[in-house]
């Protein structure tokens, strides 16, 4: 016979475990509509699981990390993202004592407000909404309204300040806002070659002396340092050593200069406005395919709300297709044609 592990249980080993900082389960600050707790996972489980059986988590496969709608096995998309950030945030987590599902609840979470195309998307719906949009904003209306899923306070708060100056409230949520970036910077180099939009040589010295020659050694390098540097401050504050603080945030310039912007690969993100913008138009003007799409009643008022939940909610090749169905002409006849 074995003595099964049950939620309480797990919750004593977390307040025998974690450092007195941690976010321990049952001191969350709990969920908009009570619910009776789970016998075997605590709350941030139970919110992690939640996540991953979500139809927004499954589809960030389709979402664009840097390039559009890539056709190679290897390029990152929004889910393989995701699952790298949740990978560093654990480690990190795991070592700083810090409560390793609520990181992991966080970092799953995190990029569910993502739009199609990247932040070529995001830009579009932002400049055509009138009340602007941002993915971290829109992340929790996902998990709030768009497909309710009565997460904890703390994994919210994780996703809406993952990005911006906010900071989030756990330090839970500020590991996974550093590791969002360590994530993103590593692999991004490495799809970057992988494209050619960058060659071995075009990345800076400093890189490959300060954090190594692989994209493994850079993220150990940094994960190495910000756990270090975050013991070493007593958990003040998650963070890396300045010096490599100065190494990690020019290497984010030189990828905003050379690759997030005015790169090959950003070539096609004109085009996105063009199709994003026509989407847009074509069902605000017709609010009883919203309806369909959406799966709930539109009222007069509500739509250009509607529009924005829609079009962010898209993969790549979803908004590719309707752009498709709706604007372009089908060949018709050609084959049945008589001769
Ligand atoms: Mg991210």
Same mark, same amino acid.
């Given at each position: 016979?074995?003595?099964?592990?049950?939620?309480?249980?797990? $919750?004593?080993?977390?307040? +025998?475990?974690?450092?007195?900082?941690?976010?321990?389960?049952?001191?969350?600050?709990?969920?908009? $509509?009570?619910?009776?707790?789970?016998?075997?996972?605590?709350?941030?489980? =139970?919110?992690?699981?939640?996540?991953?059986?979500?139809?927004?988590?499954?589809?960030?496969?389709?979402?664009?990390?840097?390039?559009?709608?890539?056709?190679?096995?290897?390029? =990152?998309?929004?889910?393989?993202?995701?699952?790298?950030? /949740?990978?560093?945030?654990?480690? *990190?987590?795991?070592?700083?004592? &810090?409560?390793?599902? &609520? /990181?992991?609840?966080?970092?799953? #979470?995190?990029?569910?407000?993502?739009?199609?195309?990247?932040?070529?998307?995001?830009? %579009?719906?932002?400049?055509?909404?009138?009340?602007?949009?941002?993915?971290?904003?829109?992340?929790?209306? %996902?998990?709030?309204?768009?497909?309710?899923?009565?997460?904890?306070? $703390? %994994?919210?708060?994780?996703?809406?300040?993952?990005?911006?100056?906010? *900071?989030?409230?756990?330090?839970?949520?500020? *590991?996974?806002?550093?590791?969002?970036?360590?994530?993103?910077?590593?692999?991004?180099?490495?799809?970057?070659?992988?494209?050619?939009?960058? =060659?071995?040589?075009?990345?800076?010295?400093? %890189?490959?002396?300060?954090?190594?020659?692989?994209?493994?050694?850079?993220?150990?390098?940094?994960?190495?340092?910000?756990?270090?540097?975050? /013991?070493?401050?007593?958990?003040?504050?998650?963070?890396?050593?300045? +010096? *490599?603080? +100065?190494?990690?945030? +020019?290497?984010?310039?030189?990828?905003?200069?050379?690759?997030?912007?005015?790169?090959?690969?950003?070539?096609?993100? /004109?085009?996105?406005?063009?199709?994003?913008?026509?989407?847009? #138009?074509?069902?605000?003007?017709?609010?009883?395919?919203?309806?369909?799409? &959406?799966?709930?009643?539109?009222?007069?008022?509500? $739509?250009?709300?509607?529009?924005?939940?829609?079009?962010?909610?898209?993969?790549?090749?979803?908004?590719?297709?309707?752009?498709?169905?709706?604007?372009?002409? =089908?060949?018709?006849?050609?084959?049945?044609?008589?001769?």
């Amino acid at each position: 016979m074995v003595q099964a592990l049950g939620r309480e249980a797990q $919750e004593a080993q977390e307040a +025998e475990r974690l450092s007195p900082l941690a976010c321990l389960s049952h001191q969350s600050r709990g969920r908009a $509509e009570p619910e009776a707790e789970c016998d075997w996972r605590t709350a941030f489980q =139970r919110d992690r699981d939640r996540v991953l059986h979500s139809k927004a988590f499954r589809r960030l496969k389709g979402k664009t990390q840097v390039f559009l709608a890539p056709q190679g096995d290897h390029y =990152r998309t929004r889910l393989t993202h995701v699952l790298e950030v /949740a990978q560093i945030s654990r480690t *990190v987590a795991r070592a700083l004592r &810090l409560n390793e599902d &609520l /990181a992991e609840a966080i970092a799953l #979470a995190h990029d569910l407000g993502h739009t199609p195309f990247g932040h070529a998307g995001e830009d %579009v719906l932002d400049q055509l909404h009138p009340a602007g949009f941002a993915h971290n904003e829109h992340g929790v209306r %996902v998990v709030e309204k768009l497909e309710p899923m009565n997460l904890s306070f $703390e %994994v919210r708060d994780g996703i809406l300040h993952h990005t911006g100056p906010g *900071v989030p409230a756990t330090l839970e949520g500020q *590991v996974v806002k550093i590791c969002d970036r360590v994530a993103y910077l590593n692999h991004d180099i490495d799809d970057a070659l992988r494209a050619g939009v960058l =060659r071995d040589r075009d990345v800076p010295d400093f %890189v490959f002396k300060r954090f190594g020659p692989s994209s493994g050694k850079r993220i150990g390098a940094m994960v190495q340092d910000l756990v270090q540097a975050s /013991a070493a401050c007593g958990l003040a504050e998650i963070r890396m050593s300045p +010096e *490599v603080l +100065e190494d990690f945030l +020019e290497l984010r310039a030189f990828m905003f200069r050379r690759v997030y912007r005015g790169s090959k690969a950003k070539v096609e993100e /004109a085009k996105v406005a063009g199709l994003l913008g026509r989407l847009h #138009a074509w069902y605000l003007a017709h609010p009883e395919k919203l309806s369909v799409a &959406l799966g709930r009643v539109v009222r007069p008022g509500e $739509e250009a709300q509607a529009v924005v939940d829609h079009l962010a909610g898209m993969t790549d090749r979803y908004a590719l297709a309707t752009y498709e169905q709706v604007f372009l002409p =089908r060949p018709w006849g050609l084959i049945d044609e008589a001769r």
